[in-house]
């Protein structure tokens, strides 16, 4: 009997501690659970911490190495990348977000170059930029033209995916229509702005005046801009590539006017990579070794750039 009753309190016991453990283990699992381990995913809105429209955000499909602009008012600092806007003009404006561009200091340094190309992207020239470039282990920003996107989508596609930045130079490049007016000249924009989302998901938020805005941009042009919130990029070395110039001439042109050393805190190369600029693709490996041979610092136009002038 007593054998017996000494089974009976063990079985007792060992019931207490079972069901001690069922009952604590949902607290353990908590303990060591981590709200801000959720990982984010591409294309879809995502929460931290809590579904607050304040830290909501949207990525796009296909992410490259940049920097995006979304809903949230509180994005992490600007750095080095390409910015990206995951939303058209319309959809802000739609969705009733801000067009306004994050307040940003100008990024000076002793010695900085950003190479720039206008007209593309090119089904020849492009690629072999794009090629030099990499082997460089360097970064340059392409302002492309809406046709021309529409004719050679996957040129565009990895100008974004190797990293580089990307900016709006206009649909068709023909300045009788482009400058009639403001509204012309940004329904360009905004049109091409939407062949690139198609292509990479994102358009930029930087555009460059086919010619420069100098002679063609009146006080309503900078207003407009302004408040849809484009920045104008200008150029303060000009290639001269633009003419019937010779390799050698069009490296020549660059060291002359980098003389000035006052540009040489915020230098802005223009180039073209589109159709007929063979001589520039020649000329680029020279362009960058005098570049690297004083030790500059290459970069990508993006919201830190200074103006040119």
């Known amino acids: 009997m007593k054998n017996k009753s000494r089974l009976f309190q063990y079985?007792?016991?060992?019931?207490?501690?079972?069901?001690?453990?069922?009952?604590?283990?949902?607290?353990?699992?908590?303990?060591?659970?981590?709200?801000?381990?959720?990982?984010?995913?591409?294309?879809?809105?995502?929460?931290?911490?809590?579904?607050?429209?304040?830290?909501?955000?949207?990525?796009?499909?296909?992410?490259?190495?940049?920097?995006?602009?979304?809903?949230?008012?509180?994005?992490?600092?600007?750095?080095?990348?390409?910015?990206?806007?995951?939303?058209?003009?319309q959809e802000r404006q739609t969705k009733g977000l801000s067009l306004e561009l994050p307040k940003v200091s100008p990024y000076y340094a002793s010695k900085v170059v950003c190479l720039t190309f206008d007209d593309g992207p090119d089904p020849e020239n492009t690629p072999v930029v794009l090629d030099i470039l990499k082997s460089h282990g360097i970064k340059a920003t392409f302002f492309v033209v809406g046709t021309q996107i529409e004719k050679h989508p996957d040129v565009l596609?990895?100008?974004?995916?190797?990293?580089?930045?990307?900016?709006?130079?206009?649909?068709?490049?023909?300045?009788r229509e482009l400058y009639q007016s403001a509204n012309t000249y940004v329904s360009q924009l905004r049109r091409t702005d939407d062949i690139?989302?198609?292509?990479?998901?994102?358009r930029p938020r930087i555009s460059r005046a086919p010619g420069g805005s100098a002679g063609s941009f009146t006080k309503?042009?900078?207003?407009?801009?302004?408040?849809?919130g484009y920045v104008e990029v200008g150029w303060n070395v000009s290639s001269g590539d633009a003419s019937n110039a010779k390799a050698g001439r069009i490296f020549n042109n660059i060291v002359t006017q980098m003389d000035n050393?006052?540009?040489?805190?915020?230098?802005i190369v223009l180039m073209h990579d589109g159709s007929g600029h063979g001589e520039t693709v020649r000329a680029l490996p020279d362009i960058i070794k005098y570049y690297k041979d004083r030790q500059f610092e290459f970069r990508v136009i993006n919201l830190e750039t200074p103006p040119a002038w």
Request: proline share 7%.
């Open 220 to 228: 309503e042009y900078w207003e407009t801009l302004s408040k849809l």
């Open 261 to 267: 050393k006052n540009l040489w805190s915020h230098t």
């Open 157 to 175: 596609r990895r100008v974004y995916q190797e990293g580089h930045a990307i900016g709006n130079h206009s649909y068709n490049h023909v300045y």
């Open 11 to 89: 079985f007792c016991g060992f019931s207490a501690v079972c069901l001690t453990l069922l009952v604590s283990s949902p607290l353990a699992l908590l303990a060591f659970y981590d709200s801000k381990s959720v990982v984010p995913v591409a294309g879809a809105s995502v929460y931290q911490d809590s579904p607050s429209p304040k830290t909501m955000y949207t990525l796009p499909d296909t992410i490259a190495d940049a920097y995006y602009m979304n809903e949230n008012p509180e994005n992490p600092p600007l750095s080095v990348k390409p910015v990206y806007d995951v939303f058209t003009v």
């Open 196 to 202: 690139i989302k198609k292509v990479i998901g994102v």
